[in-house]
């Protein structure tokens, strides 16, 4: 496998469950992004992880808890989510030491909560 | 803070005609990248192209280009030849260049184009 993958794909939970997005990147990589895309916005950066370490919360609801284990994967957990809280949530890695490198992103989990 | 702003929310283009894409920012920063993704609908963003501020020449990739105004601070896309396979949204997105930054991207609200036959 190469690239960034993310599961699952589509995801419907209801206000009251807990559940988890995953993201691997096989890039070797050193950090990793969590962004949310809502329908006509712009993408909002959610959480920042720069070797592992989180260096950017962008004020995100304590109902979305990141987890970054290692540099290769980063975890979305969600417990308690609101209706507008439905999106496609992105993960996106880059080599931080290397200013010219692209982001690459996942396909994204459509997130729908009911 | 900066800002992208996208001012086109769709755009149609013939296939095989030239279409250009409208992006303009805000920024204090005098060193940092510009970026144009494509989302086609599998919803995976794909780097188009890239543009180095420091860089006067206008970044050229294939069929797209574009034309970077650092003063006016524009940075529009052009599709020459579009393709069917070229319909998607696109995003135009800002990082600052600043030592020891992750890449933190800002994007613009996106364009959403249609090629037509």
């Known amino acids: 496998e190469t690239g960034v993958t993310q599961t699952p794909r589509h995801l419907v939970m209801g206000m009251t469950n807990k559940k988890s997005l995953k993201c691997e990147q096989h890039?070797?990589?050193?950090?990793m992004y969590w962004y949310k895309q809502s329908a006509k916005k712009p993408l909002e950066l959610m959480f920042v992880?720069?070797?592992?370490?989180?260096?950017e919360n962008n004020s995100v609801p304590s109902r979305f808890s990141p987890e970054c284990p290692n540099s290769s994967h980063l975890f979305l957990h969600l417990h308690t989510l609101q209706p507008e809280d439905s999106a496609l949530y992105l993960c996106?890695?880059?080599?931080?030491?290397?200013?010219?490198?692209?982001?690459?992103f996942g396909q994204g989990t459509r997130l729908t909560v009911v | 803070a900066q800002t992208v702003t996208q001012s086109q929310p769709e755009m149609s283009v013939q296939e095989a005609e030239t279409v250009t894409l409208s992006c303009t920012y805000d920024?204090?920063?005098?060193?940092?990248?510009l970026f144009w993704y494509k989302q086609p609908p599998s919803r995976q963003m794909i780097l188009v192209i890239r543009?180095?501020?420091?860089?006067?020449q206008n970044a050229t990739e294939n069929r797209f280009s574009v034309n970077f105004q650092k003063a006016a601070k524009s940075f529009s896309l052009k599709i020459s030849d579009s393709q069917l396979g070229d319909a998607a949204m696109y995003f135009c997105?800002?990082?600052?260049?600043?030592?020891?930054?992750?890449?933190?991207?800002?994007f613009g609200t996106g364009t959403r184009l249609q090629v037509t036959l």
């Open positions: 996106a890695s880059s080599q931080v030491s290397q200013l010219n490198t692209e982001a690459f």
């Open positions: 992880y720069n070797f592992k370490e989180q260096t």
């Open positions: 890039l070797g990589h050193n950090a």
């Open positions: 920024t204090s920063e005098s060193d940092y990248y």
């Open positions: 543009q180095e501020a420091y860089k006067q």
């Open positions: 997105a800002y990082r600052s260049a600043r030592a020891g930054t992750a890449s933190k991207l800002t």
